[in-house]
């Protein structure tokens, strides 16, 4: 399977809890994206990078969320102190990185977090 | 501020109808819309649209978008039960690769 992959599919967490979540996006990818996703909910953008470079991040991911993406391939997205809150679909899409707006994203299976 | 909005939120047809699904969009330097299938797990590409009147078409799913009213729609002709999703559509603008997602369509399509 050559698509967006990510570990662990489900996470369930005690609050207060630090929680890492890992992306591989498709291989020739440069553009790696987090997204999260609650219910009855379109996906929130979260961040995202091109290669190494985190270029982008929203107001929702606050000092208690960190993304990397050390080599530019892999990434990984950890939530410390979790909140209840939090519980949601962490979802990670990748992309070409082609100028002028002709850059689809594709989407990983996405990891369940919640929170009790 | 960017923002995207569906219509309807659910849907319930019957196999072999036609349904037609709305998303209005409001962008600064509007880059693409893109719609993707969501059933119980991530979404699934459909259509990217760049242009005004430039209709995609993928066997019995087909979208267009008009950049001048702001708006864009999903036909899904003969429907199955395998069609049954949500539909999400997104946009982005220029300056920034993010997309701003609209709640989607819960389209349910029973026998």
């Known amino acids: 399977d050559t698509g967006v992959s990510q570990d662990p599919r489900h996470k369930i967490t005690k609050r207060g809890q630090n929680v890492t979540f890992r992306c591989d996006p498709i291989?020739?990818?440069?553009?790696l994206y987090w997204y999260r996703q609650t219910l009855g909910q379109g996906p929130e953008f979260l961040t995202y990078f091109q290669n190494e470079a985190q270029l982008e991040k929203s107001r929702l991911l606050s000092d208690r969320f960190s993304a990397e993406r050390p080599k530019g391939s892999f990434s990984t997205l950890e939530i410390q102190r979790t909140e209840q809150g939090d519980s949601a679909m962490y979802l990670c899409?990748?992309?070409?990185?082609?100028?002028?707006?002709?850059?689809?994203?594709?989407f990983g299976p996405g990891t369940r977090l919640t929170v009790l | 501020e960017d923002k995207v909005v569906q219509s309807p939120l659910s849907l319930v047809v019957h196999e072999g109808d036609t349904v037609t699904l709305n998303c209005s969009y409001e962008?600064?330097?509007?880059?693409?819309l893109l719609w993707y299938k969501q059933e119980k797990k991530a979404p699934t590409f459909l259509f990217m649209l760049?242009?005004?009147?430039i209709e995609k078409k993928s066997g019995r799913l087909s979208s267009i978008l008009d950049k001048k009213e702001l708006f864009s729609i999903l036909n899904i002709t003969a429907t199955q039960t395998g069609d049954s999703a949500v539909y999400l559509c997104?946009?982005?603008?220029?300056?920034?690769?993010?997309?701003?997602f609209g709640k989607g369509t819960k389209l349910s399509v029973i026998p």
């Open positions: 760049t242009s005004s009147g």
């Open positions: 291989s020739e990818h440069n553009r």
């Open positions: 899409a990748s992309s070409l990185g082609l100028a002028g707006g002709r850059d689809e994203q594709f």
């Open positions: 997104a946009d982005s603008g220029a300056g920034s690769y993010q997309l701003t």
């Open positions: 962008v600064t330097n509007f880059r693409s």
